[in-house]
Antibody, heavy 115, light 111 residues
Framework: QVQLKESGPGLVAPSQSLSITCTVS????????VHWVRQPPGKGLEWLGV???????NYNSALMSRLSISKDNSKSQVFLKMNSLQTDDTAMYYC?????????WGQGTTLTVSS | DIVLTQSPASLAVSLGQRATISCRAS??????????MHWYQQKPGQPPKLLIK???NLESGVPARFSGSGSGTDFTLNIHPVEEEDTATYYC?????????FGGGTKLEIK
């Protein structure tokens, strides 16, 4: 069955960088896009960006300068990298499969930005 | 960016009654054939779950008490009759253009 699982550092100091890995199973990254969505504690959902099946990417314009999404099709992994982290980047980070909508989500990984 | 405004922010509905949630887009997200508006349900501690895609198409496995309607800029999610398990926050989301955006969410309580 389709599964996505995020893994990340948990705690990062302000101004540092973040790398989260999304490992997928049950489908091929060459057939589906993978999106990144985050949710600050007690708040709503924010779309961060996507890497499409062909490898092209799109980003939330407000975060574009700090974000990078890449993937390794052979390892079924997608990578989110964000730099210059601030406390308001504290959130649950989800990866999710989708083409024109998101049909499967990972359980998310919590990121806390704190010194 | 397309702004999605959901209303109300919260509502309480009696068991067995109807819940209606609205989502208004700052510009049209519809063609003559499709509306690129989708609805999700999120329960505490869980990721969102897709309920309705393309405004009115029920995702596989979602109970028929959930329905969606609308086109252009105005969309509605209806739940009837509501059940205890429908307690959750509901989000609309468009995929008309990049960036995709979500509505602010509507928290549903069952009385």
């Amino acid at each position: 069955q389709v599964q996505l699982k995020e893994s990340g550092p948990g705690l990062v100091a302000p101004s540092q960088s973040l790398s989260i890995t999304c490992t997928v199973s049950g489908f091929s990254l060459t057939s589906y896009g993978v999106h990144w969505v985050r949710q600050p504690p007690g708040k709503g959902l924010e779309w961060l960006g996507v890497i499409w099946a062909g490898g092209s990417t799109n980003y939330n314009s407000a975060l574009m300068s700090r974000l990078s999404i890449s993937k390794d099709n052979s390892k079924s992994q997608v990578f989110l990298k964000m730099n210059s982290l601030q406390t308001d980047d504290t959130a649950m980070y989800y990866c999710a499969r989708g083409i024109t909508t998101v049909d499967y989500w990972g359980q998310g990984t919590t990121l806390t930005v704190s010194s | 960016d397309i702004v999605l405004t959901q209303s109300p922010a919260s509502l309480a509905v009696s068991l067995g009654q109807r819940a209606t949630i609205s989502c208004r887009a700052s510009q049209s997200v519809s063609t003559s054939s499709y509306s690129y508006m989708h609805w999700y349900q999120q329960k505490p501690g869980q990721p969102p779950k897709l309920l309705i895609k393309y405004a009115s198409n029920l995702e596989s496995g979602v109970p028929a008490r959930f329905s969606g309607s609308g086109s252009g800029t105005d969309f509605t999610l209806n739940i009837h009759p509501v059940e205890e398990e429908d307690t959750a926050t509901y989000y609309c989301q468009h995929s008309w253009e990049i960036p995709w955006t979500f509505g602010g969410g509507t928290k549903l309580e069952i009385k």
